[in-house]
């Protein structure tokens, strides 16, 4: 992921591109630029780890435009044609879809509770190291009293807005100047 607000590139750089931003979809150019800056110059594009480089940001107001946003970012995906992010999207889809399978399955079937339990353990030890060292980096550690209820809710939002980004036509926000 990135955010175009805090991209950095030559101006030239840019140039080389004939659809740098995949006119074809109506959001997601920032992504779409980086990818293609990827495919040319795969070991020279950098992460900035400073909190002055920090660009913040404003979340959407309702859960509605939540949901709206999360559709449109997950509907670019198949304009994806980086295999390393189409292997990550495949592989946190997969993951939380069985998540979500074996929690409902659950109330037919006790046995997949234990199978839920051990997953979501796994999982939620690997999603809270990797938050926790950045939000401690960014003295936000307080945020992870909110981690066992999204982590929850996860698991049926990730697999219901990649499927219904898919399936169901998306809401586009008008892009203002």
């Known amino acids: ?12 750089t ?3 591109f004939p659809d740098p931003f995949n006119k074809s979809f109506s959001s997601g150019d920032d992504v779409f630029l980086l990818l293609n800056m990827k495919q040319k110059y795969r070991n020279e594009i950098m992460f900035l780890k400073s ?4 660009v913040m940001t404003k979340p959407e107001k309702t859960i509605r435009q939540f949901i709206n946003q999360r559709k449109r970012w997950a ?8 295999l390393d992010i189409i292997l990550a999207s495949i592989i946190v889809f997969l993951i939380n879809l ?3 399978f074996n929690l409902l399955g659950s109330i037919l079937f006790q046995e997949l509770l234990l199978i839920f339990s051990a997953q979501l353990l796994l999982k ?6 990797f938050l926790y060292l950045g939000l401690k980096y960014y003295n936000k550690t307080k945020l992870l009293s909110l981690f066992i209820q999204t982590q929850l809710l996860n698991i049926l939002l990730v697999p219901f807005i990649a499927l219904s980004s898919v399936l169901t036509s ?3 926000k008008a892009k203002h100047s």
């Open 1 to 12: 992921m990135c955010n175009g607000a805090n991209l950095a590139f030559e101006k030239n």
């Open 14 to 16: 840019y140039e080389e």
């Open 51 to 54: 909190k002055e480089a920090v």
């Open 75 to 82: 509907s670019k995906s198949t304009g994806y044609r980086d």
């Open 98 to 100: 069985s998540l979500a």
């Open 124 to 129: 939620s030890i690997v999603d809270f190291s």
């Open 170 to 172: 998306v809401k586009w």
